[in-house]
Every structure is written in structure tokens, then in C-alpha cells.
């Protein structure tokens, strides 16, 4: 099994950036894609980005194009989300999900992910 672990959330004024890192442990992440989700209060864990296993595709959801990027180094066992121009609606907690995939296309959905974080708290102030 996969142990993935994030950091680096943390309070941050609008316009201001963040890294998030998701460090797995127990198996390589070579052989796994792997995703960012979040959850605001009060709504549903909502899709942010994901990578594929070689990381030469990756996938954002439209709230988030062009200001956050997610990246891999897999020597590191470790997948990134680089978070800039932040708003006050990124307000959230993020979590780092993995599936064993070797598929090029990686999943979007939840549902698609076995093995999740404990989550690290985001909060932007205006």
C-alpha cells in the first residue's frame, strides 16, 4: 500500500502562493497517478488537478488554469501543487490522492483514488 502525507498548507493574504507537497511512503509512485482535491466548508470535495505516473500529462479543473501547477518527482516519491495568484475561494482543505495507474489520461474523479492524505488546511484571507 501507498502512504501519502501532505504539507506546506498554511494562511496566505490574496495574490500571495503556496507549494503543497504530497510525500508517499510504503511504494514507489512510479507505477501512480496521482491527484489534488479540496474541500471547502460546507461543499462537496471538489477536483483540482492531476498527473499522470510519468508526468507528462496532467489535468486541472477550470477554477484553477493558469495559476496552479502540479508537477512530480518520482526520485523523491513526492507530487507537487504549486498554487499562485491565490484567492479567498481557494479557501480549503487540500488532499493528495493516489491510484495505481499506468494509464497516459490520469483520473478526475474521487472516486478513481485509493489511497488518500489527511488533508492540509489553505486559507487565503482578502
Known amino acids: 500500500q501507498v502512504q501519502v502525507v501532505e504539507s506546506g498548507g498554511g494562511l496566505v493574504q490574496a495574490g500571495g502562493s503556496l507549494r503543497l507537497s504530497c510525500a508517499a511512503s510504503?511504494?514507489?509512485?512510479?507505477?501512480?497517478?496521482a491527484g489534488w482535491f479540496r474541500q471547502a466548508p460546507g461543499k462537496e470535495r471538489e477536483f483540482v488537478a492531476s498527473?499522470?505516473?510519468?508526468?507528462?500529462?496532467?489535468i486541472y479543473a477550470d477554477s484553477v488554469k493558469g495559476r496552479f501547477t502540479i508537477s512530480r518527482d518520482n526520485a523523491k516519491n513526492t507530487v507537487y501543487l504549486q498554487m499562485n495568484s491565490l484567492k479567498p475561494d481557494d479557501t480549503a482543505v487540500f488532499y493528495c490522492?493516489?491510484?495505481?495507474?499506468?494509464?497516459?489520461?490520469?483520473?478526475?474523479?474521487?472516486?478513481?483514488?485509493?489511497?488518500w492524505g489527511q488533508g492540509t488546511q489553505v486559507t487565503v484571507s482578502s
Open positions: 490522492a493516489a491510484e495505481r495507474s499506468t494509464s497516459v489520461v490520469p483520473g478526475t474523479r474521487s472516486g478513481e483514488y485509493d489511497y
Open positions: 510504503g511504494r514507489t509512485l512510479t507505477t501512480y497517478a
Open positions: 498527473i499522470n505516473w510519468s508526468g507528462v500529462r496532467t
